[in-house]
């Protein structure tokens, strides 16, 4: 079972093998992906647009209602970003679904990425504050992989649309192409 989120203009898609990734006390399981570019040929007339794709666990504390007067009730403990498109220096190696998704997908618009999470950095934990409250987020720390577009590396958008992106007055065309939750275990 393949995870596929898509960007809303269609510009890119993000695959991931899997949303579990397993502690084993010495190292974690690395998180794979693959990234496709849909329309090669706007990147290649936009040469300053590139992809970014970033990891962030975030500790949550509180729920989104109560996110008032700029006090915000959640907390990121980790955060890694890299360029995947286009691609700087040598590409990592691959995993086993990456090879597959490449060959599946087309080399030429494919492009792996893999993040090494560090140890001790703690699990996936969830706690929801109300029973059979399914209106906010839960408390409790998540993982969340995001990719998108943009003229340079900044915090990823936190909306689809890109705005609220400190890089947005700078690039109003950031991209977004979705974020997948991933559990640590």
């Not at 989120?5 to 991931?16: A, E, F, Q, R, V």
């Not at 040469?47 to 109560?66: H, M, N, P, S, W």
Request: net charge positive; hydrophobic share 35%.
């Amino acid at each position: 079972r393949v995870f596929k989120k898509m960007c809303l203009d269609g510009k890119i898609s993000t695959y991931i093998g899997t949303r579990e990734f397993v502690d084993h006390v010495g190292h974690i399981d690395p998180i794979a992906a693959v990234l496709l570019i849909h329309e090669m040929d706007w990147f290649t007339e936009n040469k300053e647009y590139k992809v970014y794709a970033e990891i962030t666990a975030t500790f949550r504390y509180g729920r989104d209602d109560l996110d008032v007067l700029g006090i915000n009730f959640k907390k990121d403990l980790y955060t890694d970003a890299m360029q995947v498109y286009p691609v700087k220096g040598v590409a990592s190696c691959t995993t086993k679904i990456q090879e597959k998704l490449l060959k599946k997908l087309g080399a030429e618009r494919a492009f792996p990425f893999t993040f090494d999470l560090p140890a001790g950095i703690p699990s996936s934990v969830t706690l929801q504050p109300v029973k059979n409250d399914t209106s906010s987020k839960p408390c409790g720390v998540e993982y969340c992989l995001k990719t998108y577009i943009a003229k340079r590396h900044a915090r990823a958008p936190r909306k689809k649309t890109g705005s609220g992106s400190p890089d947005q007055e700078d690039n109003p065309r950031t991209r977004h192409s979705g974020s997948a939750t991933l559990h640590r275990v």
